[in-house]
């Protein structure tokens, strides 16, 4: 039974650090006041740049650098639309999304003719897990063995690169210049610019960072959690990451917890594949996997509460004269 919860703790981790990282990128472009509906066509162009580039040139961190420069762009793009032109930031969202789902296949026919995928990556080409001191010998020691050998130990560094980005998140958010101008600019812009501040200026850092964090999310899919891309592998991570970011009411770390929520369910439908109930029988395949949405979406509408955004969010601005 410990053994169990330590495998399905460990499968969490694994399966959040895509939606923490979307998440956090959502937080920071929706505090500043734009809304991001883009996370998913992000992560899934990221994943295929990360995959590409990695294939191509043999170099992971090459892969990552490239996921990470195509989300940036696809970043800026939509400030573009939404920040300079003043559009609609759900159309150019939604815009995005199309985009990456059209060109990425596109792209990995013309260019590996693998059906849309990437070649498979080789273990120089990825990610790998990380032994930490310690954890082969403690193994086989009662309890805590398990805990450090399995849970905390053996996950590839950009597992621990989101762990780690939660708290920095939060102090850049709440204790810096810049996370009190972003805030602000969310909240009213109005203030921000009678100030003298630029509020596009602070828009577009925040949606640069959103883009750096998506570009991380879609590389770990492609060149860590999995070994290419295939189309449509993002499968509605960005999304998933919206609602956590709702669940989590603009906050880094319940935020985290959104997802870690969204990670376990995932983690406990696959451990249910295969798997024999009295009277049921065995579970059918398409039911393991919806169960992690259905559930989700139940618990978000039953412990969320009231959630209020940014008052600005979604609103373009316009300066006043």
């Not at 650098?65 to 150019?92: E, P, R």
Request: hydrophobic content about 55%; some cysteine; glycine content about 10%.
């Amino acid at each position: 039974m410990y053994e169990n919860l330590i495998l399905i703790l460990d499968a969490t981790l694994r399966v959040s650090t895509p939606l923490i990282l979307a998440a956090l990128a959502g937080l920071f472009s929706e505090r500043s006041g734009i809304v991001n509906i883009a996370l998913e066509g992000k992560i899934l162009f990221a994943a295929f740049a990360a995959a590409a580039a990695a294939s191509v040139t043999g170099s992971v961190w090459l892969g990552l650098l490239s996921a990470i420069a195509v989300a940036c762009s696809l970043s800026m793009l939509h400030g573009f639309a939404s920040i300079t032109h003043k559009g609609d930031q759900i159309v150019s969202g939604v815009a995005i999304n199309m985009l990456a789902v059209g060109l990425t296949v596109t792209l990995g026919r013309y260019w590996f003719g693998l059906g849309g995928q990437t070649p498979a990556l080789l273990d120089s080409q990825r990610f790998l897990p990380i032994t930490l001191p310690g954890a082969d010998a403690l193994a086989d020691v009662p309890v805590l063995g398990l805990l450090y050998s399995e849970l905390i130990s053996g996950h590839n560094i950009i597992v621990y690169m989101a762990l780690l980005s939660v708290p920095i998140c939060w102090w850049v958010i709440f204790k810096t210049r810049f996370g009190l101008r972003l805030r602000a600019a969310g909240e009213n812009p109005h203030a921000v610019d009678t100030a003298g501040i630029s509020v596009a200026w602070i828009r577009y850092r925040a949606l640069l960072v959103a883009g750096l964090l998506t570009g991380i999310a879609g590389a770990y899919l492609s060149t860590a959690h999995s070994a290419g891309f295939v189309p449509n592998m993002s499968a509605g991570k960005g999304f998933i990451a919206l609602a956590a970011l709702i669940f989590g009411k603009w906050r880094p770390v319940p935020v985290l917890f959104g997802c870690l929520l969204f990670g376990f369910l995932d983690a406990v439908a696959i451990r249910l594949q295969g798997t024999e109930l009295p009277i049921i029988g065995e579970i059918p395949v398409q039911l393991i996997e919806v169960l992690p949405y259905i559930l989700t979406v139940l618990l978000l509408a039953g412990f969320i509460g009231r959630a209020v955004g940014p008052k600005a969010v979604g609103i373009p601005y316009v300066k006043s004269r």
